[in-house]
């Protein structure tokens, strides 16, 4: 890391924190023992000794974080284990010891707790120092004894302050500010901003700046990077010029082609994520289609309208039915199923999900809206929600609203119609079916072909300015009529 090296632990080592014993790692290395378990009789009691560091005003290079205050059952140690927890996660730290007192270096302590909480916001961050006490048993055996937590509060240095401009200089454009690449402000949070560029370089270096370090002359100390230099990673945390001075380094962009750099600058992370074509189909695929999973009878799904990356599908399962997705029908390695990260809390609970084998299993019969969404940099969002289906148009009480007076019921099976509120005046129904985050009505649309063969057609990304009427598509309905639609054959009726 920038600022902190294993070197610095070795000056340390000469200043007189030593190992207690050669048999164990430098302990400028994180130890990684395995603990066994306590011998009767043997027993370790490790203290704090800093409750509290507050970054922007501590001064000193290092801090003592835990102290061995009492050692029983055993004469000898022989070793420690120290790690950081916070957050639900747990990082080992370096660190140097005398007499008892672990040691750990003030900025590396700052920075494992950042990575702790994925932020560098400065507010009080709650860790517990966790720390293990190798002992020699009377019988020569070596013993590891967990002492127990330490708690400690962290509270990082301040960020810089948050600007509404970002640009990137570097090997990728120019050093220059002539040649800044400007980030675009996220519209729903304003601390997000990212930036797509094409890269065809051998790990060009770059570097970050705010509006007011790119007006005029380039100031280099308000530039913002890795903490090591040239570091090539694709997330980690943006490092700043510290308060003695230091300069963040370059983040190297290893990417090649369409890339897209995000950083956030509340919690002064960035990621950086190849950029790809979003797909224009998506099918799905399983037991619930064929008995040999066949992609000639997979289901292909309905794109929401001007919402590329997104498609929904209204489905009936059956309990204990596996499906699959993929942009292709096809098995080419692009197929996706269960996971935690795709599969909304939502749909696992309302449909009863589980993996079976890297498949989606379903736990509960019944109609869904099936919804997936692929964004550009790879990202993948499954959602079930429920199957609810609108007569708008205005032929129940004049009403253009999804709500309890326009919905249709729902049939109790698989070859059950959808059937729709009575309308209450003449006109053509315009049919939709609300896919989460799709926004206005009109993106699930759908009519009844009732000059052809009564089939459904969905509006999709068809040329039309305001309904599938102007492509010929109607569905006439007559007050006192119903629409019936039914998703299984693919066809409906108005009686």
Known sequence: MKKISLYMFSLLMLAGFSACDEDYTDWADPQSNPQEDSKSGITAQVIGVTPEVVMDTYEEDSVEVAKLETLSGADKVVGYKLQLAGNDKTLSIPFAEKDGVLKVDATELELLVDQLYNSRQSVVRDIAVKVDVAVMASDNEAVSISAGDIAMKVTPVTTPVMEDGYYALGDISSWGADGALA???????????????????????????????????????????????????????????????????????????????????????????????????????????????????????????????????????????????????????????????????????????????????????????????????????????????????????????????????????????????????????????????????????????????????????????????????KCPVTAGQKVHVNFTTGKGTVQ
Request: aromatic residues 10%.
């Open 183 to 473: 980030f675009t402000q996220d519209a729903s949070d304003p601390a997000i901003f990212t930036l797509e560029l094409t890269n065809e370089k051998e790990k060009p270096n770059l570097k970050i700046f705010p509006k007011s370090g790119v007006v005029g002359d380039v100031d280099w100390n308000k530039a913002l990077g890795a903490i090591v230099n040239g570091d090539t990673s694709v997330s980690g945390l943006l490092d700043f010029t510290d308060k003695k001075g230091e300069q963040a380094g370059a983040i190297a962009l290893g990417l090649q082609g369409k890339v897209r750099i995000t950083i956030n600058v509340k919690d002064y992370t960035y990621t950086i994520k190849e950029v790809s074509d979003l797909p224009e189909t998506m099918f799905i695929n399983g037991s619930a289609y064929s008995s040999d999973w066949n992609w000639g009878d997979a289901c292909q799904m309905v794109p929401v309208t001007q919402t590329p990356g997104m498609f929904w599908s209204m489905q009936y399962y059956n309990v204990d039915e596996q499906i699959k997705f993929s942009p292709v029908a096809d098995w080419a390695g692009q197929d996706f199923g269960f996971s935690t990260d795709i599969l909304t809390p939502d749909a696992i609970a309302l449909a009863g999900l589980t993996d079976q084998g890297g498949n989606i299993q379903i736990g509960i019969s019944g109609w869904y809206v099936v919804v997936v969404t692929v964004d550009n940099i790879g990202g993948k969002k499954v959602e079930f929600l429920k199957p609810e289906v609108y007569l708008l148009g205005g032929l129940v009480n004049n009403s253009w609203n999804c709500n309890a007076e326009t919905q249709f019921t729902v049939p109790a099976d698989k070859t059950g119609d959808f059937v729709s509120p009575a309308a209450t005046a003449d006109g053509v129904a315009r049919i939709c079916c609300i896919a989460a985050g799709s926004g206005n009505w009109w993106k699930s649309e759908f009519t009844l072909d009732m000059s052809g063969d009564a089939s459904i057609v969905y509006r999709e990304n068809k040329p039309v300015s305001d309904n599938l009427g102007e492509l010929g598509y």
